[in-house]
Nanobody
Framework: QVQLVESGGGVVQAGGSLRLSCAAS????????MAWYRQAQGKQRERVAS????????NYADSVKGRFTISRDNAKNTLYLQMNSLGPEDTAVYYC????????WGQGTQVTVSS
């Protein structure tokens, strides 16, 4: 079974930055397209960024384009999300998972942006 552990969240002021990490167990990380998702209080989970298996092709939701950068290190089974120019609208619990059929979700990491 694949286990996902997100980390790096916290409380930041508007305009600040955070770098999130997602550590995945198992032997198949490198053959999966991976993504970051977020869920704000009272809202549906949304995908904010994805990245191809080899890391060559990132994609972003319009709401984060130009501010967030997704990357991966397949040798470390780790996915990253660099978040810059954060605003209160980015406040949410952030999760990682594969695109398509999901693995079991991790606990997520809370990001809170104060104004």
């Amino acid at each position: 079974q694949v286990q996902l552990v997100e980390s790096g969240g916290g409380v930041v002021q508007a305009g600040g930055s955070l770098r999130l990490s997602c550590a995945a167990s198992g032997n198949t990380f490198s053959i999966n397209v991976m993504a970051w998702y977020r869920q704000a209080q009272g809202k549906q989970r949304e995908r904010v960024a994805s990245i191809s298996r080899g890391g060559e092709i990132p994609n972003y939701a319009d709401s984060v384009k130009g501010r967030f950068t997704i990357s991966r290190d397949n040798a470390k089974n780790t996915l990253y999300l660099q978040m810059n120019s954060l605003g209160p609208e980015d406040t949410a619990v952030y999760y990682c998972n594969r695109v398509g059929p999901s693995w079991v979700w991790g606990q997520g990491t809370q990001v809170t942006v104060s104004s």
